[in-house]
């Protein structure tokens, strides 16, 4: 009698693999496509798609016949010059059920570096999408990968677990969300080089900020902001006179001195009465004189402010981690027998 | 006047049932800091809209008008004005919590006004309509107190900005802060509340000062002072907004607070009520 097919996971991720072995075994260029030729000629193979992102590379796959993960592990291992002895120190191996569990947690979020993180979802459907364009996918993947993207919804939408942003960036795009609605029509003005200050303007840009300036002390750096981010730059001494302007600013200087006092903030605001200003002060020392936040209609928020709004949001990610999980194994229960039944109508291989 | 059996005190409970079931389910939700469902919320509060608007018809074939002719029919046609103008503003400008807020908002005035006295409440026999034969009159007594209710949504809208506003300064975004609605969205929304409670209060007081004109014993001073008092402060707020003299959480504290006083000033103006006089020909069933 035949043996059944079995479902398999073969890879590593950040949970078994430093970032130095990580690096080793990424499949950048065409490593990736050269994989995929090597594992359609491994016999008993009958399904596979490759995840592949920074923080793990697995193979999903449906084994037909004894020693057909054997042969998948060597074709990996060969194609990164690996010792298979070596690969199997910091491997992730799993079956059958395991897999269907520990794909529905990578969907969730439930099992990245970053918890609740968004971007593994689309990784992996992108990984499918190939798959299933390379025709290396069938009954058993296909409905195990489109129930995991159903179940990682679910799994989001009944629980916190991408509740709130995690880093200040983003922290500071959300509370700019929670002033003014939509950003699409919002005036940013960037004060100083930093790189804070930088990595909240992209993130500012990336939810529809259109009308972005920049100003810096030097006029060369302000003219090289300016270029960066496809914007306009104004001299250091205008910042005073066209505070007004703007909704949001984004200060990054390292000056001694604030850079907005009070009086500016609140000159500002009563030539804008109806529109608030959003002062974000990511300098150390501060460039946005405290005293400003008492003013209506005024939003200060520095960079503790921020970082603890991150860490608050952290922490209630992790504590709907065990929510999470119990959703998980209710969606395993459900999904598991039909993935069984996949499995048994697999055809074995030839003798 | 029965339904299926059911009078309009039962259809008007069944709402307040809704109402508070709505407040009930979204203070869970809140508690748990999980976002319900706006389709459920809406939801729920359109069935009480539909059952009190039942009970309210029932009513008002049962006075022979537009059933606003004592304290408790007021606290209910206030909360059903609020009400169907949250259905259409739910809908337009989806704006997160807004139906919390005003099925908490209908489940006070509507619980408070079941809470009264069956004395109270219940339609004085008559041979013709609460407001005599005068439909401009009905139409203006209906028009003050849907203006009435747009000025409890406005409440609801001024107190939103007045949370995400402390959950900005104070930097406490989670629980319930953390599904408001943007200030901006919240301000223009208001604007646009108050603009619409002014027009109709406006138009309201138009057609009754046609008739007081005609007949000046017909109001009392004290509605007469009360009602105008209200029109003038909420002018006067319309003006200085609109001028952007009044502006952020100044604003909305007095968009909350003048609706309590506009409260406060409905017992006066129904106290002041003349009855119907009698008309002038024998009325007919209708």
């Not at chain 1, 009698?1 to 075994?25: D, N, V, Y």
């Not at chain 1, 001299?235 to 600013?249: G, P």
């Not at chain 2, 809470?115 to 009159?137: K, L, N, Q, V």
């Not at chain 2, 707020?237 to 504290?253: N, Q």
Request: glycine share 8%; aromatic share 8%; net charge positive.
């Amino acid at each position: 009698m035949s043996q059944a097919a079995t479902l398999f996971l073969l890879g590593a991720s950040h949970h078994t693999a430093p970032l130095e072995l990580r690096e080793k075994i990424a499949l950048t260029g065409d490593k990736l496509e050269a994989l995929r030729g090597d594992l359609r000629g491994v016999a008993g193979l009958k399904e596979y798609a490759v995840l592949d992102t920074c923080n793990r590379v697995e193979i999903y796959g449906v084994a037909a016949g004894a020693g057909t993960i054997d042969r998948v592990q060597a074709a990996f291992c060969a194609r990164h010059g690996m010792e298979p002895a070596n690969f199997e120190k910091i491997r992730l191996k799993l079956g059958d059920r395991e897999v269907v569990e520990h794909l529905l947690g990578v969907a969730a979020g439930l099992d990245s570096q970053m918890i609740g993180e968004t971007e593994i979802l689309g990784q992996l459907k992108e990984a499918y999408a190939e798959a299933q364009q390379k025709t290396t996918t069938g009954p058993v993947l296909n409905r195990l990968f489109q129930k995991t993207f159903q179940a990682a919804k679910h799994v989001r939408t009944h629980t916190g677990i991408g509740a709130g942003q995690v880093n200040a960036a983003t922290v500071a795009v959300d509370l700019a969300i929670k002033i003014f609605g939509t950003l699409e029509h919002g005036r940013v003005l960037l004060v100083g080089a930093g790189e804070m200050g930088g990595k909240t303007v992209r993130a500012l840009k990336s939810r529809g900020v259109a009308h972005l300036t920049v100003a810096a002390r030097r006029e060369e750096r302000a003219k090289e902001l300016a270029a960066a981010f496809e914007c306009n730059a104004i001299s250091f001494e205008r910042v005073r006179d066209t505070l007004a302007e703007y909704d949001v600013v984004v200060c990054c200087t390292s000056s001694p001195d604030p850079v907005v006092t009070r009086g500016m903030a609140a000159s500002a605001i009563r030539r804008r009465p109806l529109r608030p200003l959003f002062l974000i002060d990511l300098a150390v020392p501060r460039d946005v004189d405290p005293a400003a936040a008492g003013l209506p209609n005024v939003f200060l928020y520095n960079l503790d402010d921020l970082a603890k709004i991150a860490g608050e949001n952290l922490a209630q990610r992790k504590a709907e981690v065990a929510r999470a999980q119990v959703l998980i194994k209710a969606k395993v229960e459900h999904l598991w027998p039909q993935m069984q039944e996949r499995l048994a109508a697999t055809p074995p291989p030839p003798a | 006047m029965n339904f299926l059996g059911l009078e309009d005190r039962v259809w008007l409970w069944m709402a307040s049932v809704c109402y508070v079931t709505g407040f009930g389910l979204g203070t869970a939700y809140l508690l748990r800091e999980r976002r319900q469902s706006r389709l459920a919320q809406y939801g729920i509060v359109a069935a009480g809209f539909l059952l009190q608007t039942l009970g309210l018809y029932l009513r008002g074939r049962a006075v022979k008008g537009c059933p606003i002719g004592n304290t408790f029919e007021i606290f209910q046609f206030t909360a059903w004005s609020a009400i169907s103008l949250y259905l259409v503003i739910g809908a337009t400008f989806r704006l997160s919590l807004l139906g919390y807020f005003t099925s908490c908002l209908s489940a006070v005035l509507t619980l408070v006004s079941l809470a009264m006295p069956r004395a109270a409440w219940d339609p004085e026999p008559r041979a013709t309509g609460i407001f005599g034969d005068s439909a401009w009159i009905e139409f203006h007594a209906a028009l003050a107190l849907f203006s009435y209710g747009v000025f409890g949504l406005l409440a609801l809208t001024s107190l939103m900005y007045l949370l995400q506003t402390y959950s900005l300064k104070h930097k406490r975004l989670h629980g319930l802060f953390s599904f408001l609605p943007s200030i901006i969205e919240l301000d223009r929304i208001s604007v646009r509340l108050l603009v619409t409670g002014v027009v109709l209060l406006t138009w309201s007081l138009g057609i009754g000062s046609v008739h007081w004109v005609q007949d000046v014993a017909s109001v009392d001073p004290p509605k007469l002072v009360g009602t105008v008092a209200v029109w003038l402060a909420y002018t006067l707020v319309m003006t200085f907004r609109l001028r952007s003299r009044l502006v952020s959480t100044r604003f909305a504290w007095i968009g909350l607070l003048l609706f309590a006083g506009a409260l406060l000033t409905l017992p006066l103006i129904n106290a002041s009520r003349h009855p119907a006089r009698p008309p002038p020909t024998p009325a007919t069933q209708g």
